[in-house]
């Protein structure tokens, strides 16, 4: 997501406009400054943390991230420039005119080291017992800066009570620095506004509405807060504890699905670059802590298409041939539930566009609680069903009391990249070394349809794979079944390709340009309901919206930190695993049809896929009482 | 007693409070235009009375080179520095001076709006200062072609603060206009370039603003006389604390702090405390210095403290003041003033060693050379000072006949 | 809160919407004027502020955190700044503050039970050359002595 257009910016954060010269081309665009002892030239406005990264000169940040505006607010980053009085922020300051830099001066180190030992000084919590253990900027700082002690004290009971209201995200003020960047993501990014810094001076913090617990609040659970904090002020809410207890109860049948997002990316957690998945070694690995089947959550994200794909198609349907106004369309996706709970929020009035199909997560855990326990002879009761998802918002989705279809818990636990890659290190497992294993039948090999759910853009390429085929017995004319439009890291992506020789039962269909819009991010989520409202999206049929950045692959459970180059390298990976499979249409997926054929009898959207693996939404709206 | 809106009291001095009719300013401003105008100020050396001294004439100009559709004039009225009490003589006795030094300003730069931001503490003045601002549209000195002259347009709207020292701070004073928390902005950019609404903006201290209409009227060269090589003209100073006539004075810049202390006959004086809060503490040795932007400077704030005065209660008092006051958001200012509390508390206690407060010290340097407004750049100063120029009495004497501040 | 008052709180923070304008720089004025008639800005005003003028709650919340003249818990219908900064300090304001206390029986922070009167400490006021000095909602009082802030406290409805 490029950040400069899709970002509302309080104008106190708005990058700088800094005016050019009259005559840009007498420089040539670029200044030459001097930094220490080396002359470099940076494009005119280049900040100085910039200029000195790209001339591999390191500067602390803590405040600084990728994806957000500058806040300039820790003041870690400073670096004297010459003629000016006091330090200047190189996070925030647009080089303009020939300045010298000096990066590492006495008065710089000290006022760092000062920085940071202030900050400790009021930061409660201690490194062996924290979550962010090795992965914390500020314990790297205190690190770098070689901090061996309190030079002013040391903070000695908790300011804040943990707020852990939330499914999905606690927060432990105590631990915060204020560096304001979750307040940015939440605001900014993500456009959703539970976070504000509150009060001033002293007391300052970061609080919410009133300072309700954030379950009160209009928190949608992204989760993505926690990927861009520096600290464990913020973490998913681990339900590790609870799994490791049914693993170790030998009445439970524990299984766990896995989604391909969390398989991209857990190669970070293990020092690994990002950009490679781990899909073989992570099924070993799964099964030598101790669960007893691991499953592939994209079976069920091939079960999501054929219902959502079907339900596009009856719903066109109804459009198109009955002319009936009360069905609504654009139909919106329901899989990411970051965006469930935003529509729910903001725009309850807009619940009907929504596709009534779960999530590939909660059709599974249903699947597994009847078809699955059934087949294999297992009472439901003892069978704990656990997902492995890139995703703080299914915390809170598999807590919904709606989602209890087979007449249990329908998954019972939700649990981030993070969190699983701590339990394997936990069991003593270097997962890269693990050797590579396949999925547990029934659900075996999914298509790689559904594997390409993991990135902005991969359910909406999926249903067109299917849809189209279904509509014109033709494949989608992409080469490879590549369909680019859907790809890339743009805000919103909007195109459409047109059914023409259709097969008969879908002539209704003939000539019908299928109209497209792929969003991520819930800031884009709320342009494309903007536009809906304006009436703009009549002659759209299809919408596919994931809450987080970049799509699943960007989730709030994912590995920190996050920044766009990350996010890429996933989504390559995820694209190349599945350009590999033999298997890349949901409808050809063998237990698809397996399934349809023995136990959903009544087909897609039938009456016992009704009951499974539809929902129903709740209008929430914004205030809060 | 409910303080009258005093007008009685006649004032003098060199420069403000000399004598000036209104309008006549304007009118002389009409005359020169904006290029002249730039020069005559330019020629009187006036530099901000808001505490940071920037040169007005570069400030004014710097504006009215930028290129937007809008453009603003902000009257910075949220005076709050401890001890400082100037910009409400001015407004409530003088309010045609800084008004017609904001149309001025508004002429020469190309603004045609002018906002007051009046500190919430002074609502009080709302009533008189909107009433003279009506009279000023019907005597067309606000307004539609000002003065008849052919698109000179300019009005003054008044806000209000509602109590918070920073957004005295220009950029901070900006965000609070736009509806935000009073958070200081990074910079650059400057106001002058992206400022109120991202337009170019001029914000100027009362003061300033209310020397403007004297120097065009009466020229550079006669505003010059007054004052240093460095520091031209006269300075508002308001006085307070142990000394006979606490109250606002119009002196020569250049004035000895021991001059002034004769004028507003303080007895027994142990220290001077020169800029407010965010000022210097200056002892019984330093009082031959004068007070200018080249040796002590000051928005004009002189507390007087005499000799029965507990130092390190005051100095309490002021780090109490600038922990309450951050705006919160950056980390040396934020955390480093709840610090240096800490540290005087200790020192009260008795539980110090001196690398303790060398290193408290080293901190304010910290503070003053990388937090990201001039509060925390400068609350460090009082704490700097006094430990270093009240040592004896602080670390060193056994506190006896110091009558403490606080039973 | 009963809904009839809620509706009456909605019907004016539309009109004041309407006359300062939608957009955020007129925040600060909407939020001034709401506190000046109601003595605090609740939860609910909060919330129709936040949805007129289409910004979160959680900033409309935040802004009036930051000010010290805006509350989001109710006040007494008077509110008493007393000045403790430096020179009304050293002018006597412990002796004055002592009085107060002592006279209302609460302490500053604190609203009498009758909610006449809200005490609470300001920083310096603009009127050091004649401390002590309070205010008094927005009206200043100053060379204050004990039993003169006394008796205008007592004289206040
Ligand atoms: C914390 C802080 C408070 C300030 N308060 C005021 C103030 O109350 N009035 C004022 O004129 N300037 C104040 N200033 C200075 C302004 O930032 C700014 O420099 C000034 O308004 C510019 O006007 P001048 O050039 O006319 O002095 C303050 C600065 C800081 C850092
Ligand atoms: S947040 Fe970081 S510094 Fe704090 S306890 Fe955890 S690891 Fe240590
Ligand atoms: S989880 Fe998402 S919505 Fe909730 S506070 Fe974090 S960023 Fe905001
Ligand atoms: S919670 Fe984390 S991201 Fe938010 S301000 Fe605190 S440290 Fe920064
Ligand atoms: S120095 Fe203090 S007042 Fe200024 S921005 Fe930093 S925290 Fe805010
Ligand atoms: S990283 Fe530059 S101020 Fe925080
Ligand atoms: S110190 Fe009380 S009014 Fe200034």
């Not at chain 1, 820790?74 to 000096?102: W, Y």
């Not at chain 1, 649990?415 to 050797?435: D, N, S, Y």
């Not at chain 2, 003098?12 to 290029?35: C, H, M, W």
């Not at chain 2, 604390?241 to 000895?256: A, I």
Request: aromatic share 8%; hydrophobic share 35%; charged share 25%.
């Amino acid at each position: 997501m490029s950040k400069s257009e899709n970002i509302r910016i309080p104008v106190s954060q708005q990058a700088l406009i800094v005016e050019k010269p009259i005559d840009i081309t007498a420089i040539g665009g670029t200044v030459t400054i001097q930094i220490n002892e080396k002359k470099v030239s940076v494009p005119f406005g280049t900040t100085i943390l910039d200029a000195c990264k790209e001339n591999q000169i390191h500067i602390p940040t803590l405040c600084h991230h990728p994806d957000l505006c500058i806040a300039g607010v820790c003041r870690i980053c400073v670096v004297e420039v010459e003629g000016l009085r006091t330090l200047q922020t190189s996070c925030s300051f647009p080089v303009t005119s020939p300045i010298k830099i000096h990066t590492s001066t006495e008065k710089v180190r000290k006022a760092r080291r000062h920085i940071i030992d202030l900050l400790l000084s009021e930061h409660y919590g201690e490194c062996y017992s924290c979550f962010r253990n090795e992965n914390c900027e500020l314990q790297s700082l205190a690190k770098e800066y070689g901090v061996d002690g309190y030079s002013f004290g040391h903070i000695l009971e908790p300011k804040y009570k943990v707020d852990k209201s939330s499914a999905a995200v606690i927060r432990d003020m105590n631990k915060c620095i204020l560096c304001k960047r979750c307040v940015r993501t939440c605001i900014d990014l993500q456009e959703v506004g539970v976070l504000e810094a509150i009060k001033r001076g002293h007391d300052t913090h970061v609080g919410t509405f009133l300072d309700k617990p954030l379950a009160d609040v209009i928190c949608i659970n992204c989760g993505q807060c926690i990927n861009r904090c520096p600290t464990a002020a913020l973490r998913a809410n681990d339900p590790s504890d609870e799994i490791w207890n049914a693993i170790d109860d030998p009445k439970k049948h524990v299984v766990i699905q896995t989604a391909p997002s969390p398989r991209a990316a857990i190669g970070e957690e293990f020092g690994i670059e990002p950009g490679h998945s781990f899909t073989g070694e992570l099924n070993t690995a799964l099964r030598r802590i101790g669960f007893d089947k691991v499953f592939d959550t994209n079976f069920t994200a091939d079960l999501t298409i054929m219902e959502e794909g079907t339900e596009l198609i009856r719903r066109l349907k109804k459009v198109v041939v009955e002319k009936d106004s009360s069905v609504k369309l654009p139909q919106f996706t329901s899989c990411s539930p970051g965006w469930i709970k935003f529509i729910e929020h903001f725009y309850p009035e807009y619940l009907d566009y929504l596709s009534s199909a779960k999530s590939p997560q909660q059709m599974f855990g249903a699947v597994i609680k009847t078809f699955y326990a059934k087949e294999s002879k297992i009472d439901p009761a003892d069978i704990i069903t656990v997902a492995l998802m890139p995703c703080a918002a299914k915390k809170f989705e598999c807590n919904r009391p709606e989602m209890n279809a087979s007449g249990f818990k329908d998954v019972d636990y939700g649990l981030t990249t993070r969190e699983m890659a701590k339990m394997i290190r936990e069991a003593g497992i270097h997962l890269p070394e693990m050797p590579k294993s396949n999925f547990d039948e029934p659900f075996g090999n999914a298509s790689g349809a559904g594997l390409i759910f993991g990135a902005t853009g991969g359910v909406m390429e999926a249903a067109l794979r299917t849809v189209y085929e279904l509509v014109t017995g033709r494949e989608v004319p992409f080469e490879n079944l590549r369909i680019e439009p859907c790809r890339g890291f743009e805000g919103i992506k909007q195109a459409y390709i047109k059914l023409d020789n259709c097969v008969e039962s879908y002539n209704f269909l003939e000539g019908v340009e299928l109209k497209f819009i792929v969003a991520h991010g819930t800031a884009n989520a709320k342009k494309v309901m903007e536009m809906l409202q304006r009436g703009e999206l009549r002659d759209v049929h299809f919408v596919e919206i994931m809450a987080c950045p970049g799509g699943c692959l960007g989730g709030g459970g994912q590995p920190i930190p996050t920044s766009e180059e990350i996010r890429r390298k996933r989504a390559q990976a995820i694209y190349e695993e599945e350009e590999g499979l033999p298997v890349r249409k949901s409808h050809e997926n063998v237990h698809i049809k397996y399934i349809y054929e023995n136990f959903l009898t009544d087909g897609p959207c039938g009456e016992l896929s009704h009951k499974l693996l539809h929902t129903h939404y709740t209008k929430r709206g914004k205030y809060i009482s | 007693m409910e303080t009258t809106l005093k007008t009685s009291k006649k004032r003098t001095g060199p420069v403000l409070f000399s004598n000036y009719q209104q309008a006549d300013g304007i009118k002389k401003a009409i005359e020169l235009g904006r290029e002249n105008i730039l020069l005559e100020l330019k020629n009187s050396g006036l530099k901000g009375r808001g505490g940071a001294g920037f040169s007005t004439a570069t400030k004014w100009m710097l504006s009215a080179a930028a290129n937007a559709e809008k453009k603003f004039i902000v009257c910075n009225a949220d005076e709050g520095e401890p001890g400082t009490f100037k910009d409400r003589v001015l407004l409530l006795e003088y309010p045609e001076l800084v008004f017609d030094g904001m149309v001025i300003a508004g002429f020469t730069i190309g603004a045609k709006k002018g906002i007051v931001y009046l500190r919430g503490e002074y609502e009080y003045m709302l009533p008189s200062l909107e009433g003279f601002l009506n009279k000023m549209k019907e005597e067309n000195l606000l307004g539609k072609n000002i003065l008849e002259k052919e698109g000179f347009d300019f009005d003054i709207n008044i806000r209000l603060g509602s109590g918070a020292y920073v957004c005295g701070e220009e950029t901070a004073l900006i965000e609070s206009l736009e509806g935000y928390r009073g958070e200081p902005r990074n910079r650059p950019p400057f106001p002058v370039n992206t400022g109120y609404l991202g337009y170019p903006t001029v914000v100027n201290n009362v003061e300033t603003l209310a020397s403007i209409p004297h120097i065009i009227y009466k020229g550079g060269e006669w505003f010059k006389k007054n004052g240093t090589d460095k520091s031209k003209g006269s300075k508002l100073f308001s006085v307070s604390g142990d000394c006979g006539k606490p109250g606002v004075y119009e002196l020569q810049w250049g004035t000895k702090i021991s001059e002034l202390l004769e004028i507003v006959e303080a007895k027994n004086c142990k220290a001077v405390q020169v800029g407010g809060a965010s000022g210097v503490c200056l002892p019984k040795s330093q009082f031959n210095r004068s007070l200018a932007y080249e040796d002590a400077a000051t928005g004009g704030s002189i507390i007087i403290f005499d000799e029965s005065r507990n130092m390190l209660k005051i100095l309490k008092n002021f780090m109490e003041f600038f922990v309450e006051e951050s705006c919160g958001q950056c980390t040396p200012c934020r955390v480093g003033n709840t610090k240096l509390l800490e540290g005087v508390d200790n020192i009260g206690k008795g539980e110090y060693t001196f690398s303790y407060i060398n290193n408290l010290k080293e901190l304010g340097k910290t503070m003053q050379a990388a937090s990201k407004c001039g509060l925390g750049q400068s609350s460090p100063n009082s704490f700097i000072s006094i430990l270093d120029n009240f040592k004896e009495e602080i670390f060193y004497s056994n506190r006896k006949g110091i009558k403490n501040v606080k039973e | 809160m009963l809904v009839v008052e809620k509706n009456n709180l909605s019907y004016e923070i539309e009109r004041m919407v309407k006359e300062y304008g939608s957009d955020r720089q007129s925040l600060l004025q909407i939020l001034q004027a709401i506190q000046k008639k109601y003595k605090h800005i609740s939860d609910f005003a909060q919330q129709e502020i936040a949805r007129l003028m289409n910004i979160h709650p959680v900033e409309v919340y935040s802004v009036i955190s930051f000010y010290s003249f805006l509350s989001t818990e109710p006040k007494g219908r008077n509110i008493v700044r007393l000045c403790k900064t430096i020179a009304c300090d050293m002018a006597g304001k412990d002796a004055v503050e002592t009085a107060v206390k002592r006279e209302l029986g609460i302490s500053f922070g604190e609203t009498t039970n009758d909610q006449r009167i809200s005490l609470e400490y300001t920083n310096c006021l603009g009127m050091c050359d004649e401390g002590p000095a309070m205010l008094i909602n927005e009206k200043v009082y100053t060379h204050l002595d004990p039993e003169m802030a006394v008796n205008i406290l007592n004289e206040i409805k």
